[in-house]
């Protein structure tokens, strides 16, 4: 059983926020098993300093000397709840010296940064990341501040952050039905638009440390095709009026920002009704010559599955799927195409091919006969791409893989060859398709992208040796 000391110290470290409520219920679980006094199994968990672990012994025993040796806990305008093996009674005040003594916050050990510092306010750093361009920003509680710029994860000279200083700029930047969430569930997505700043897709986490954040930056409008350097052929995919598109790629490679440019194009140049179904919300598209209703997933919808099912009763005439990620939307998302609808998604795959076989392959054995006829029948096109690093370093461009389904890749695909698709995308380039190691030899035949970067990326990276 922890005694009356252990308890107090646990206290006093909670209420200056020397570590979490978490981490002191983490040390009195170890503790029992483990009889050692509570300051040092603080340290072997690394959740304190030995200069933090000094001060507290100090702020211990001037406290009890000022309390007459009673126990009692530190006061606070938001008391903190006692463990559960402890439950001391609070006390009139805390002590002024423990007070003007309490060190900034929580020493994480990270051997590459130097003692825990106070965090800069969420709108200051999300303004630098705006202003230097990055495409992510994270915040780790007991880590560095780092922001993602083309492509790569950049420490900044910050030290390491404040744990409970960056938990409690996370929560506030959530309304309370949001922090209790992410109470419950540990982790939550959602879009974040800051007045003056922008708008960011956010993810907050639980870890080992504390609480987490990383942002992806969204600009305030909707990207053109030629803003994110992407081919003006790739506009002809809004020319259908039937059928399924897919935009496919590894995780950040820019599959949400082209879908945004198709499904801004289809706002600007037709008159349809345009269903989109997200998790987060992302680029908000402004009513052009369409109408545009954009749905959220756990906000204005159960779930993707949900809302597919409702969209074919809201007549839409193209519906835009933020991800196609489990049998049911992905299933539902094929009768949409086959009953009349354009359907446009995002898929975690790495090329055209394989992004057919991830889709036949999530459907059970006894139904693949008859997924591969309807898949034949509804794909349309199929956009796989990657973002590489330029040879001067300055930015990144897309390269595709582009694949039109055309009668020979619908009759690869209903007798089981998906295999050959890729002969077919070789001998088509006149009609538009193209291999994704064909795009990087001619970005690096033109000196656009090195070899090192090309085989990065390359399917057969031998070809850029």
């Not at 439950?87 to 020493?107: E, H, I, L």
Request: net charge neutral.
């Amino acid at each position: 059983m922890q005694s009356q000391e252990d308890a107090l110290l646990g206290r006093i470290a909670v209420h200056y926020k020397l570590i979490s409520q978490e981490q002191l219920t983490s040390a009195a679980q170890r503790q029992a098993s483990d009889p050692k006094p509570l300051s040092s199994l603080l340290q072997e968990l690394k959740f304190i300093s030995a200069d933090q672990a000094k001060w507290l012994a100090q702020a211990q025993a001037q406290y009890l000397a000022k309390q007459g040796g009673g126990a009692a806990a530190p006061a606070s305008s938001a008391p903190v709840a006692a463990p559960a093996a402890a439950k001391p009674s609070a006390p009139a005040a805390a002590p002024a010296p423990v007070a003007a003594a309490a060190p900034a916050g929580p020493a994480v050990q990270v051997t590459r940064a130097g003692p825990a510092v106070k965090l800069p306010t969420l709108n200051q750093i999300l303004t630098k990341a705006v202003e230097a361009k990055a495409s992510d920003v994270h915040i780790h509680g007991g880590a560095p501040l780092q922001m993602r710029v083309n492509g790569q994860l950049k420490e900044l000279k910050t030290g390491v952050l404040d744990a409970g200083a960056v938990e409690s700029i996370l929560k506030d930047a959530l309304d309370p039905e949001q922090r209790k969430l992410l109470d419950e569930n540990w982790d939550f997505d959602v879009a974040l638009a800051l007045p003056g700043v922008g708008r960011f897709r956010a993810s907050f986490y639980k870890q080992q440390r504390g609480w987490d954040g990383v942002f992806r930056t969204i600009p305030p409008e909707p990207p053109t095709l030629e803003s994110l350097g992407l081919p003006a052929s790739l506009s002809k995919l809004t020319d259908y009026h039937q059928g399924l598109v897919l935009v496919t790629g590894p995780a950040g490679c820019g599959k949400s920002s082209t879908l945004a440019a198709l499904v801004s194009l289809l706002n600007a140049t037709r008159t349809d009704h345009i269903i989109t179904v997200e998790d987060p919300i992302e680029y908000v598209h402004t009513p052009q010559s369409c109408v545009v209703n954009q749905r959220q997933a756990n906000k204005h919808t159960l779930s993707f599955a949900n809302a597919l099912r409702a969209a074919l009763r809201e007549d839409p005439d193209i519906i835009a799927i933020g991800e196609l990620r489990d049998l049911e939307t992905i299933q539902l998302a094929i009768s949409a195409a086959e009953t009349g609808h354009l359907v446009m998604g995002t898929l975690h795959t790495n090329n055209a091919v394989r992004t057919i076989n991830r889709i036949l392959d999530v459907f059970p054995p006894k139904q693949q006969s008859q997924i591969r006829a309807m898949v034949s029948e509804s794909l349309r096109a199929i956009v796989s791409q990657r973002l590489v690093l330029t040879a001067d370093g300055t930015r990144r461009i897309p390269v595709l893989e582009i694949l039109y389904v055309k009668p020979s890749v619908s009759n690869l695909i209903r007798e089981e060859k998906t295999f050959q698709i890729r002969s077919v995308m070789q001998t088509a380039k006149n009609d538009g398709m193209c291999l994704l190691d064909d795009s990087l030899f001619d970005l690096v035949k033109s000196g656009q992208v090195t070899k090192a970067e090309a085989r990065r990326h390359a399917e057969d990276p031998k070809r850029f040796a």
